[in-house]
């Protein structure tokens, strides 16, 4: 294996790499053209706390607007936080500033949704992967840069001599395989997956998914994986978290999420997954859920998810349940927790 593309991350024993607590991200809503006043707040992220442990995958579902991507930012340091707390190997990710800072953004990279425009189509696919090394010098020489930006492009699968390509050269999936070289490049500990197959089509999207395990594996990499197709996450993550308006409902391993749903949101996301065993379809009741999902501006009382839920009752209005373990079981925010077999 290159130097130049190896990881500083080695697998773990279950320790966690990124600790998030009671995490809040809202947007001001403002009106007025010269004196802007704020009327309210969009709840983009509204309290959520998760781990994730070295070397694992943590699958973060949930419908459009719930708050994924908006988490990645503010892990990333995109956008700040509003409150709560965040750290990496055990230093506040929200405190980190000059030189420790520089080096957090080469601890956590991040693998954006839409290959058509995450990559400058006036720059190479050489000038591309090895960007980074111009912002972090210290990672790569100059003159061995070439070299290992041919690495990169061979370690996910596309042909070292296309260096001099341009993207719109390329297929979607390829296009994908260079973002993902991209973020390799400055041998990251964590990368953050946001929807990152999902503008590809089917067959490319299990060849993109099978590249991300086998990196996962030979780099000890941790991903975070936001998707909402609960289809393509199972395959690839140890543990599943799932969000609605902008807050973690259910939390558990794969094999709890899929086989023992708790909390009725995920029991409904599970329902919508297309079975590929044609002998298996319909043997299995498609839960539909009534109405639209509430305004993030003015959520619910109590249980954002009540106004959607077939089991909503009065207490449900007044409290909002705790993300606790259910049932003795993986921990789930639903006052009338249950579980119930949706996958066949």
Same mark, same amino acid.
């Given at each position: 294996?290159?130097?130049?593309?190896?990881?500083?991350?080695?697998?773990?024993?279950?320790?966690?790499?990124?600790?998030?607590?009671?995490?809040?991200?809202?947007?001001?809503?403002?009106?007025?053209?010269?004196?802007?006043?704020?009327?309210?707040?969009?709840?983009?992220?509204?309290?959520?706390?998760?781990?994730?442990?070295?070397?694992?995958?943590?699958?973060?579902?949930?419908?459009?607007?719930?708050?994924?991507?908006?988490?990645?930012?503010?892990?990333?340091?995109?956008?700040?936080?509003?409150?709560?707390?965040?750290?990496?190997?055990?230093?506040?990710?929200?405190?980190?500033?000059?030189?420790?800072?520089?080096?957090?953004?080469?601890?956590?990279?991040?693998?954006?949704?839409?290959?058509?425009?995450?990559?400058?189509?006036?720059?190479?696919?050489?000038?591309?992967?090895?960007?980074?090394?111009?912002?972090?010098?210290? !990672?790569?020489?100059?003159? @061995?840069? =070439?070299?290992? /930006?041919?690495? #990169?492009?061979? +370690? %996910?699968?596309?042909?070292? *001599?296309?260096?001099?390509?341009?993207?719109?050269?390329?297929?979607?999936?390829?296009?994908?395989?260079?973002?993902?070289?991209?973020?390799?490049?400055?041998?990251?500990?964590?990368?953050?997956?946001?929807?990152?197959?999902?503008?590809?089509?089917?067959?490319?999207?299990?060849?993109?998914?099978?590249?991300?395990?086998?990196?996962?594996?030979?780099?000890?990499?941790?991903?975070?994986?936001?998707?909402?197709?609960?289809? !393509?996450?199972?395959?690839? @993550?140890? =543990?599943?978290? /799932?969000?609605? #308006?902008?807050? +973690? %409902?259910?939390?558990?391993? *794969?094999?709890?999420?899929?086989?023992?749903?708790?909390?009725?949101?995920?029991?409904?996301?599970?329902?919508?997954?297309?079975?590929?065993?044609?002998?298996?379809?319909?043997?299995?009741?498609?839960?539909?859920?009534?109405?639209?999902?509430?305004?993030?501006?003015?959520?619910?009382?109590?249980?954002?998810?009540?106004?959607?839920?077939?089991?909503?009752?009065?207490?449900?209005?007044?409290?909002?349940?705790?993300?606790?373990?259910?049932?003795?079981?993986?921990?789930?925010?639903?006052?009338?927790?249950?579980?119930?077999? %949706?996958?066949?």
């Amino acid at each position: 294996m290159s130097e130049a593309i190896q990881s500083d991350a080695t697998p773990g024993g279950g320790e966690s790499i990124i600790e998030v607590r009671d995490l809040v991200k809202h947007f001001p809503v403002q009106v007025g053209i010269l004196f802007k006043r704020t009327v309210g707040h969009v709840k983009a992220v509204d309290g959520v706390s998760f781990d994730l442990k070295r070397g694992e995958t943590l699958g973060v579902v949930g419908e459009s607007g719930c708050g994924k991507s908006t988490l990645a930012q503010v892990l990333m340091r995109l956008v700040p936080q509003t409150s709560g707390s965040a750290t990496f190997e055990g230093r506040d990710i929200f405190k980190m500033r000059g030189s420790e800072l520089r080096k957090l953004r080469r601890s956590i990279q991040i693998v954006l949704q839409d290959p058509y425009t995450s990559l400058n189509p006036r720059m190479t696919v050489g000038d591309i992967v090895g960007e980074p090394f111009e912002i972090h010098p210290e !990672v790569a020489p100059k003159a @061995s840069r =070439r070299q290992k /930006v041919q690495d #990169l492009l061979d +370690v %996910v699968g596309l042909n070292p *001599e296309h260096i001099n390509r341009y993207p719109h050269q390329f297929s979607g999936g390829q296009r994908q395989r260079i973002g993902i070289a991209r973020a390799l490049a400055l041998r990251p500990q964590v990368i953050i997956c946001d929807e990152p197959v999902s503008a590809l089509d089917v067959s490319i999207q299990a060849q993109v998914m099978n590249l991300l395990g086998d990196l996962q594996d030979e780099f000890g990499l941790s991903y975070m994986f936001i998707a909402h197709d609960l289809g !393509v996450v199972r395959h690839l @993550s140890d =543990r599943v978290a /799932v969000m609605y #308006l902008g807050k +973690v %409902v259910e939390i558990g391993t *794969e094999t709890e999420i899929y086989e023992h749903p708790t909390h009725p949101y995920t029991q409904a996301l599970l329902s919508a997954v297309p079975v590929p065993d044609p002998s298996l379809r319909g043997q299995r009741q498609v839960i539909r859920l009534e109405g639209d999902v509430p305004s993030p501006v003015d959520p619910p009382s109590g249980c954002r998810f009540r106004t959607r839920c077939w089991k909503a009752q009065d207490l449900c209005a007044e409290e909002q349940p705790e993300l606790i373990s259910r049932l003795g079981g993986h921990d789930s925010a639903c006052h009338f927790a249950e579980e119930r077999q %949706v996958v066949p």
